[in-house]
């Protein structure tokens, strides 16, 4: 049986579940990793739909700064590498666990 995509998902994070899902088969706390890259996947969305709109630049007191979206929207994606890396999916051309990591780095030696 299909486990159900988590609710109020965005179009995003439905893509990155169905993709996975329908191709392999995850225990529970596999499935708990990918709900969690699934709602990061959604922010991440959302935070660049801000960065789109508002630009990557804001004036504040101290003069032109960053978007404190962009800084936001380049941690969520190490969130999301480090949790795919936990999933440890095999690679689609050698169909064989990537090598194995810590975070988004592998690690030496390995």
Do not use: F, N
Request: proline share 7%.
């Amino acid at each position: 049986m299909r486990p159900k995509c988590p609710p109020r998902t965005g179009a995003g994070g439905r893509k990155l579940w169905a993709a996975i899902v329908d191709t392999y088969e995850l225990s529970e706390h596999e499935l708990q990793v990918l709900r969690e890259a699934v709602r990061t996947v959604d922010q991440i969305d959302r935070l660049q739909a801000i960065v789109q709109e508002d630009g990557d630049m804001q004036q504040s007191p101290q003069g032109r700064r960053v978007h404190p979206a962009v800084v936001e929207l380049r941690q969520q994606r190490v969130v999301l590498a480090r949790l795919l890396a936990a999933l440890k999916i095999p690679d689609a051309e050698t169909a064989v666990p990537a090598a194995p990591v810590r975070g988004v780095y592998q690690i030496r030696g390995a």
